[in-house]
Structures are given as structure tokens and as C-alpha cells.
């Protein structure tokens, strides 16, 4: 048989590999209505100025707190829109509070990144956390969890996760309120074995429903508007960025506002690195004044990683300033944003190649090469999260097929792998200098 010869001698097939797409998650924040709006109750809607958020406003409700809160995020830019949440106007501060977090909790997907939280619901009482002093044994199905009532007012509830039989965590539904000392915390017996028991901790009703989402794996936060004296409610709280007002600043102005929008507008790529939150420009709002009595305010601000507007004049610059993009528990805010974009990366496209891979020839099987091929996507997006100048390094590495199965070989069958590990240092900014000089005398 004659074999065809063409007067081709090199073929070139080019592979185009783009940057993954982030997902749209992190640009998600919303203003919280209590009211405010026409809207129906628990449901939201995108704005992308203010004027489109005026259409809807009615007179009722903190309304005009939602104008302050939309005129000073749109007053830093107009790269990102907002939401707006309506929850419904509610009898006390101490109500909203939970409908916040019964909304959050019947999404079946997470639908916002960030929330701006009205000025009034700082200060509120309730029970700010919960802590597991033994998880108990034996926990087949979530127990009841029942705290004591108080003298006069609302008692607070929580529910129960469960981890290999054990209570591993108390959720908060409703922080309870008029607590005048710290109520008790009963948790049903499992069928069999040994009951879990733990405390609770009387404080801020706003902290207890933050403290659901405190952990690496949060993922939500809460800009809060708050006080000097009260900032240390919110000690420790990775889910709470706190802004305290300055004194001057004018009834109109909402702060808080600022890093809100900052954070939401952040779309990092390779062309537009993933930006810093320390030391913002900040527009349409009043800095604190640099008087001793506020520089001793300021400073117990700052310590408590609360957030405070101050002017760029150490730098010679006048333009107002964030200081210093912190979250409550100390990090910065553009550290747990890296953390959070990263993992929501990686679940995205671990998701789409497992999709894509039982509709494509050959198919994504549960093997060494299978293995190999979700590492591979993984790395993809870690290597993504370095380029887009979030995190200084990201690896991932998988544990082999044959050492995995032979560990685990229930998990085969049930077609469950848990070998990936990642590794990741985000990147953050400079916060505190200091230089040295050696004067010499000739």
C-alpha cells in the first residue's frame, strides 16, 4: 500500500492557557435594610450607583442611614456596584440581628462576601460565643442546644455541628438578649456514649453571630461601625472589620463605608495585582485630628485592630487615609482575602475539572493519572494566586494513588479522595517602619 507523503515538514499546534477566571464572590457585598427600602423582605438587589438605590428607598427604616452608607462607598469609585439586603423592619436592634443570620443560613450557596452592618446594632447584648469544653462521644445525629433564659428579654439559641461523633462547634442562630449574667448551655445526649458540655459568654449579640464565621474557613465578614470602648467586644473576631468614626465627622458621612467598598472593588489579575487595604485613599469623609487626646484614642484603636480614618501628612500628603485595613483577630484584610480567594479558586475548578471529567473521552477516573490531573488544575490556580499578587507562594501536592488506596480503602470505593495539600504564604503590606540612624561625630 502507497504511503501518501505531504510537502508539510513541521506542524505547529499552539495551546492557548488562560488566566482562571476569579470567581465573582469576593465583589459581592450588601448594605443591610432594616426597612429602608421598597423591597420585599429577604430578598436583595444590585445598584450600581446612587441614584438607582434612591428609586427604591422608602421612609420607614434606618432609609437614610442607607443613603449614608451607598454616598460614601460610591464616593471612593465607581468600579464596583452594591447590593442591598432587605431584612425587614424589626421592633429592637436585638431582632435584626438574628434575621440577619437566618437569612445567611437558609441560602443553599453563599450569595454575599461582605456585609455593611447598620450603626445601631454595635453595643447590642446577647451571647457573643460559645466554646466546646468537652465534645463528648458517641453523636449519631445533631443534639438540642438550649441556653438558660434570661430575667427579661429574648433567650438565645444555637445549633449543633457534629464531626466523628463528637460536638465539634455550637452555631449561633439568635444571640439572645437582656442577659444579665452569663447564661448556661445544655447539649443533648447522644444515644450512646458520652455527652458534650460547654459554655457560654455574655457580650455582644453582633459578636455571637460573627463568631459563626471566625474560622479559616469563613469566608464572610461584617463591617461594623463602632466605638472606643466598645471595639473590644469584638476582640479576636477574624469576621468583623471595625471601623470607629471620627469625632468630627459629619452625621452623613458612614466610615465604615470606606473599606467596605475597597474590598469589594478588588478584581485582581496579572495586569492588576490584587492591591493592599492598608492606607486607602479615603474620600468624602472627616480624618480623625491629630490632638493628644485623640493621638491616645487612635493609639487604643490601632492596638485593638479596630480601622480609623487619619490624613496622609506623615507623608506629606493630604488626602485622608485608611489606617491600617486590619481585621479583628490582628491579620490584614488583604491577608484572609488571599487565603479566601484561594480556596474558593481551588473548589471552583477541582469542581469543574470532576464535572468536565465524566463528559469528556477518556474520562477523569479515580487513579494515578486522575490524581495527577486535578494536582495539575489545582497548582494552575495556585500559581494564578502568586501571579495576581495575592500570595508570595502556593503549592499544591497530592498523596499517591497506591499509598492513598492502601490507607484508606474505604474511601476507593466510596470514591473519596482527601491526599491534596496546599501550602500557601499571601502576600501582605508594609504596616510599621522603623529606621535606624547611626549619627557619628567626626
Not at 479515580?366 to 486535578?374: R, S
Request: no cysteine; glycine share 8%.
Amino acid at each position: 500500500m502507497a504511503t501518501t507523503i505531504t510537502p508539510r515538514i513541521v506542524t505547529v499546534n499552539t495551546t492557548v492557557t488562560r488566566a482562571p477566571t476569579p470567581s465573582q464572590l469576593q465583589q459581592s457585598g450588601a448594605l443591610i435594610s432594616l426597612g429602608g427600602t421598597t423591597l420585599t423582605t429577604d430578598t436583595y438587589r444590585f445598584f450600581g450607583n446612587l441614584a438607582e438605590l434612591k428609586t427604591v428607598l422608602s421612609s420607614a427604616g434606618n432609609y437614610a442611614e442607607l443613603t449614608d452608607m451607598a454616598t460614601t462607598f460610591f464616593a471612593q469609585g465607581n468600579a464596583v456596584g452594591l447590593y442591598v439586603l432587605e431584612l425587614g423592619t424589626e421592633s429592637t436592634a436585638g431582632a435584626n440581628i438574628p434575621a440577619l443570620q437566618s437569612w445567611i443560613s437558609s441560602q443553599m450557596t453563599q450569595v454575599f462576601y461582605s456585609y455593611l452592618i447598620p450603626a445601631t446594632w454595635d453595643g447590642v447584648e446577647g451571647v457573643s460565643s460559645v466554646t466546646i469544653t468537652n465534645g463528648g462521644s458517641g453523636y449519631t445525629s445533631v443534639p438540642t442546644v438550649t441556653f438558660s433564659a434570661p430575667t427579661s428579654g429574648t433567650t438565645a439559641t444555637g445549633t449543633a455541628v457534629i464531626q466523628n461523633g463528637a460536638v465539634t462547634q455550637i452555631i449561633i442562630t439568635n444571640p439572645g438578649s437582656g442577659y444579665t449574667s452569663t447564661p448556661t448551655v445544655t447539649i443533648g445526649a447522644p444515644t450512646s456514649g458520652t455527652t458534650a458540655t460547654a459554655t457560654a459568654t455574655d457580650g455582644s449579640a453582633l459578636a455571637g453571630i460573627a463568631n459563626n464565621y471566625s474560622s479559616p474557613n469563613g469566608k464572610t465578614y461584617f463591617h461594623v461601625t463602632t466605638t472606643k470602648t466598645n471595639i473590644a467586644q469584638y476582640a479576636n473576631i477574624k469576621s468583623i472589620i471595625a471601623t470607629v468614626p471620627s469625632p468630627t465627622a459629619a452625621s452623613t458621612e458612614f466610615q465604615a463605608a470606606v473599606l467596605f467598598y475597597y474590598m469589594t472593588a478588588l478584581l485582581p489579575s496579572a495586569a492588576t495585582p490584587g492591591a493592599i487595604l492598608s492606607y486607602k485613599w479615603a474620600y468624602g469623609v472627616t480624618p480623625w485630628a491629630q490632638t493628644p487626646t485623640n493621638a491616645t484614642n487612635i493609639n487604643t484603636i490601632l492596638t485593638a485592630y479596630g480601622n480609623v480614618i487619619l490624613t496622609g501628612a506623615e507623608g506629606g500628603i493630604s488626602t485622608a487615609s485608611v489606617f491600617k485595613g486590619t481585621t479583628m483577630d490582628g491579620e490584614q484584610i488583604a491577608w484572609w482575602y488571599s487565603v479566601d480567594f484561594f480556596q474558593i479558586q481551588i473548589k471552583q475548578a477541582m469542581a469543574a475539572a470532576i464535572l468536565n471529567g465524566s463528559n469528556t473521552i477518556p474520562p477523569l477516573l479515580y487513579n494515578q493519572n486522575g490524581i495527577n490531573t486535578l494536582e495539575a488544575v489545582a497548582n494552575n490556580e495556585a500559581a494564578a494566586s502568586v501571579s495576581f499578587g495575592l500570595n508570595l507562594t502556593a503549592s499544591v501536592t497530592a498523596t499517591p494513588f497506591y499509598t492513598y488506596t492502601q490507607a484508606n480503602p474505604g474511601d476507593y470505593n466510596a470514591g473519596i479522595y482527601n491526599g491534596f495539600t496546599a501550602t500557601v504564604t499571601p502576600a501582605v503590606g508594609f504596616l510599621t517602619i522603623t529606621f535606624n540612624i547611626d549619627a557619628i561625630q567626626f
